[in-house]
């Protein structure tokens, strides 16, 4: 979804989880006609979990929900808003972009998805809204920001907060009167009197720093870059941060992969997918054309592409980074030859990132070697520590023609 839009909801129970890299505090409220709540009662939070047809629930480690039952919602009630903001204290939004995932909750199907984009200086956000129109229940993107936190919120849609007071000061007590001077003793550990104290020594020279390489990108394998530059071409086995300006890209991507059939061969049925792995390197789900949609609507595929022909790219995947997650650590997109033909009878393959939300894209890495086996590891997602992605292109052939043959090899490969 975009800011703004809107659909209709095919469920009366309904679950939106929000997730982001960092822990969130996230609420719901339930407005009245005139967009304020009708009681501090209608305010759910960790802290105050149900209300009436509404219901908060925190998962260890992982994202909180906001549950609305619709049929249980009060006839007085226009609609819920659903909030989140940074449970750092004064922490901010930038580089952190949460996602909201719209799920059916009695089956778990993911009816939307939401990354607000451009966040900053935000401390607490409204992410989407349940509401009432008609008599038909929809769900609308929304993303407005507030810079004095879920405070500001709550105070806005009518929550009374109480700012507890500041605690008087407390009154010094008299100062005692000085001692009389006591004559000075006799130095015991410094040199005799009036010797001046010795020079500190000169602290050391600090070896000369590297001069800046101005290439865009390193040679291969000789180390990572980032996407200050804009767009950057990867050889085989380059890494790039998905950094842009000193903030981590943690919004929707999409994987482009494609393919022409090489000079007078046959039409070539490729498959591209993605393969979810922890930090166990354990596989923890595979997005193909036979599975559409994973982890709760994080990753989801384009559709098979059975010839390869046309412009463009013949199959995409796209990844919510938001909304990854915390325990898939590794994302390795493959394709495979399910028709069995080799790659050398493939011409111009290549992976490309975009931002699924521009269009524009990010990195690209062209294929330019191929070999004759059925299956082909494009290149890998690796979550870092500090938070952001890293993508790097991997180019490694091996036999097989679907994606369960390429689980064992590419756990190998992170």
Not at 324 to 334: A, N, Q, R, Y
Request: proline residues 10%; contains cysteine; charged residues 20%.
């Amino acid at each position: 979804m975009t800011p703004g839009s809107n659909l209709p909801l095919n469920a009366v129970r309904v679950a939106v989880d929000v997730t982001a890299p960092v822990r969130l505090d996230v609420s719901g409220l339930l407005l009245a006609a005139n967009g304020k709540v009708r009681s501090d009662d209608d305010f759910v939070f960790y802290n105050q979990p149900s209300g009436p047809g509404v219901t908060h629930s925190a998962a260890a480690g992982g994202a909180d929900t906001i549950t609305v039952d619709t049929a249980a919602v009060p006839e007085g009630i226009e609609k819920i808003v659903v909030t989140a903001s940074p449970d750092a204290p004064g922490a901010t939004f930038a580089g952190t972009e949460p996602t909201g995932t719209v799920r059916n909750a009695d089956d778990g199907s993911v009816i939307a998805s939401f990354t607000p984009p451009r966040l900053g200086t935000e401390t607490a956000l409204v992410v989407v809204e349940i509401y009432r129109r008609g008599g038909v229940w929809k769900v609308r993107a929304v993303g407005q920001g507030y810079a004095d936190g879920l405070a500001g919120i709550a105070t806005d849609f009518g929550v009374t907060v109480e700012e507890p007071a500041a605690p008087a000061a407390p009154q010094a007590p008299p100062a005692p009167p000085a001692p009389p001077a006591a004559p000075a003793p006799a130095a015991q550990w410094g040199p005799p009197a009036g010797t001046p104290a010795p020079a500190a020594p000169p602290p050391a020279a600090a070896p000369p720093a590297p001069a800046a390489d101005p290439a865009a990108a390193p040679a291969s394998g000789a180390g990572k870059i980032n996407l200050d530059k804009g767009r950057v071409s990867l050889q085989k086995n380059q890494t790039v941060s998905l950094v842009k300006g000193g903030r981590p890209l943690l919004t929707s991507v999409t994987m482009g992969l494609g393919w022409e059939p090489a000079f007078r061969s046959k039409s070539i049925d490729l498959d591209a997918s993605v393969i979810a792995y922890g930090p166990d390197r354990k596989k923890i789900d595979n997005c193909f054309f036979g599975k559409l949609m994973i982890l709760g609507g994080a990753i989801q595929h384009s559709g098979d592409n059975l010839t390869g022909e046309g412009a463009g790219d013949d199959e995409a995947i796209t990844v919510h980074l938001g909304g990854v997650p915390p325990e898939v650590t590794g994302l390795v997109f493959v394709v495979n030859s399910f028709s069995g033909q080799k790659f050398s009878d493939v011409a111009k393959a290549y992976c490309r990132l975009v931002d699924a939300q521009s269009g524009a894209e990010l990195v690209r890495f062209d294929l330019t070697h191929a070999e004759p086996r059925t299956g082909v590891m494009m290149a890998k997602l690796i979550r870092q520590f500090s938070g952001e992605w890293e993508m790097t292109a991997m180019g490694e052939f091996v036999d097989a023609r679907t994606v369960r043959g390429m689980v064992k090899p590419a756990a190998q490969a992170l």
